[in-house]
């Protein structure tokens, strides 16, 4: 861990931390600093910039959802000694304050379900704040492979938040529209009527 380290302050406030290891493709930390969208942000190397491709598409997108590094300040104490645990929580932080519908999908049981068909049955997620609570798992799993799923995770659950509200909008246009009509139609019928 050596010096990435993101301290428990900056997991609460709306400030972005300025280490950490993220979710997203690695670059070299001497070619990139964190923006405030909490994605790399390009900086010249030898008087040649770094082609905007270099940085995670997943980044590009303003307010997106994703985590920027694993909080090693909340990390057992034991790790790197013999009484080290096998399994324990593992705290990151999140790009952005987590919605109410984010976290019902985070949290919920078909998230669970898509841990264990992917080799992660004792994986549990539990959002608290600016944190995603990773449960009954190490780091050497995270960097195996799990930090890449809770990634790929947290994309479908923005995509799945976002379609639903675009419905929701859809509907109440529709319902809008319709009653306009059925005002005008209301409107003209009583037009009709003449106290002559």
């Given at each position: 861990?050596g010096?990435?380290r993101?301290d428990p302050e900056?997991?609460?406030?709306?400030?972005p931390?300025t280490?950490?290891?993220s979710?997203?493709p690695?670059?070299d930390?001497?070619?990139?600093?964190?923006?405030d969208?909490g994605?790399?942000?390009p900086?010249a190397t030898?008087?040649?910039?770094?082609?905007?491709a270099?940085?995670?598409?997943?980044?590009?997108?303003?307010?997106?959802?994703?985590?920027?590094?694993?909080?090693?300040s909340?990390?057992?104490h034991?790790?790197?000694?013999d009484?080290e645990?096998?399994?324990y929580t593992?705290?990151?932080?999140?790009?952005r304050r987590?919605?109410?519908?984010?976290?019902?999908?985070?949290?919920?049981?078909?998230?669970?379900?898509?841990?264990?068909?992917?080799?992660?049955?004792e994986?549990?997620?539990?959002?608290?704040?600016?944190?995603?609570?990773?449960t009954?798992?190490?780091?050497?799993?995270?960097?195996?492979?799990?930090?890449?799923?809770?990634?790929?995770?947290?994309?479908d659950?923005?995509q799945q938040?976002v379609a639903?509200?675009?419905?929701r909008?859809e509907?109440v246009l529709r319902?809008?529209?319709?009653?306009?009509?059925?005002?005008a139609?209301?409107?003209?019928?009583?037009?009709?009527?003449r106290?002559?």
């Amino acid at each position: 861990m050596g010096d990435q380290r993101i301290d428990p302050e900056d997991a609460d406030r709306n400030d972005p931390p300025t280490r950490g290891r993220s979710s997203a493709p690695r670059q070299d930390a001497s070619n990139a600093r964190w923006n405030d969208d909490g994605g790399f942000e390009p900086h010249a190397t030898d008087g040649v910039p770094i082609p905007p491709a270099a940085v995670a598409p997943a980044r590009a997108t303003k307010g997106g959802l994703f985590l920027r590094g694993v909080l090693d300040s909340a990390l057992p104490h034991q790790l790197g000694t013999d009484d080290e645990p096998e399994r324990y929580t593992v705290a990151a932080v999140f790009s952005r304050r987590v919605s109410p519908e984010e976290r019902a999908l985070i949290e919920g049981p078909s998230t669970l379900a898509v841990l264990a068909e992917r080799g992660y049955p004792e994986v549990g997620l539990k959002v608290a704040d600016r944190r995603l609570e990773i449960t009954r798992t190490n780091l050497t799993m995270l960097a195996g492979g799990l930090a890449t799923e809770i990634a790929a995770v947290l994309r479908d659950v923005e995509q799945q938040v976002v379609a639903a509200r675009a419905r929701r909008a859809e509907e109440v246009l529709r319902w809008s529209t319709a009653e306009s009509a059925r005002a005008a139609r209301v409107k003209a019928e009583a037009d009709r009527v003449r106290f002559e």
